[in-house]
């Protein structure tokens, strides 16, 4: 399917391609994960027209679309049908550029690396980026009582706005002992880190003035309760440190590194 680019999202996705934190399979290679644009042309091949999935979508040609693969940089691109989205009406090509990648990655993610029940409490770092504010509505309309973690009083009024429950402001307060306090003790089931290597925590001394902040990815480890999952994604801060398995022993927890 032939598609004229319109809008395009940067994710940091793209950082990790250019950084070699993910291989590049081949060279020339044009960057960009998600795009939004106009549908110029459809697939000519009989056996696809009749695909009862293809007749679903119900493409037209001129619509509104949306594509979640690579490259997308780029005026025109054309993809295999099944990695096209149609757009609803109403919503223009920089909105729908902006959703696929991170409101996709949120729906696997919540199904397939760590299924938050109602009731659960769930540590969220970096709870107003785009992904973080696409999870923050997902779990709430779940059930879940999400813990976000951000760096500036705005965030925190952003991602309660989104459907965080409680807002930590890690700049300004002793993550560990408040997601202890809001938990009774007993930490998170699950913890979504999408932040990498420096996730911020107070350190062991707290009388320093002006406060110092430690960057310990570690600090999960503190933060989720027995037979937890620790959902760690991304890598903004950088990789996340080899640790050895001995360290999911003592509370029977369970690591996930989906991509």
């Not at 091949?45 to 619509?63: C, H, I, M, T």
């Not at 949306?66 to 990695?83: D, L, R, S, V």
């Not at 920089?94 to 659960?120: I, M, N, S």
Request: overall charge positive; charged content about 20%.
């Amino acid at each position: 399917m032939l598609i004229r680019v319109e809008w395009a999202g940067v994710n940091f996705i793209d950082t990790y391609y250019r950084s070699g934190v993910y291989p590049v399979k081949s060279h020339p290679a044009v960057a960009g994960e998600e795009m939004a644009g106009i549908l110029l042309e459809l697939p000519s091949d009989p056996a696809v027209l009749e695909d009862p999935e293809f007749k679903a979508r119900n493409f037209q040609v001129g619509q509104t679309v949306a594509c979640i693969t690579g490259p997308a940089f780029a005026e025109y691109i054309a993809k295999p049908w099944h990695k096209v989205l149609p757009v609803p009406a109403g919503i223009d090509t920089r909105t729908a550029a902006a959703v696929p990648l991170q409101a996709l990655t949120v729906l696997t993610f919540v199904e397939e690396a760590y299924k938050a029940e109602p009731g659960d409490y769930v540590l969220l770092h970096a709870a107003a980026g785009g992904f973080g504010l696409n999870m923050c509505q997902i779990l709430k309309a779940r059930g879940v009582h999400v813990i976000g973690s951000v760096s500036t009083d705005e965030k925190a009024a952003l991602a309660k706005a989104n459907g965080a429950e409680f807002v930590i402001v890690y700049t300004k307060e002793d993550l560990i002992k408040r997601v202890g306090e809001i938990t009774q003790g007993q930490g998170a089931h699950g913890i979504y880190d999408g932040v990498g290597k420096a996730t911020y925590v107070l350190p062991l001394f707290r009388k320093v003035t002006p406060p110092k902040f430690s960057f310990r990815w570690e600090g999960n480890f503190e933060m989720i309760r027995r037979k937890g999952t620790i959902v760690t994604f991304g890598n903004a801060s950088g990789v996340v440190p080899a640790f050895s398995p001995m360290k999911l022993k003592d509370k029977n927890l369970k690591v996930a590194r989906p991509v």
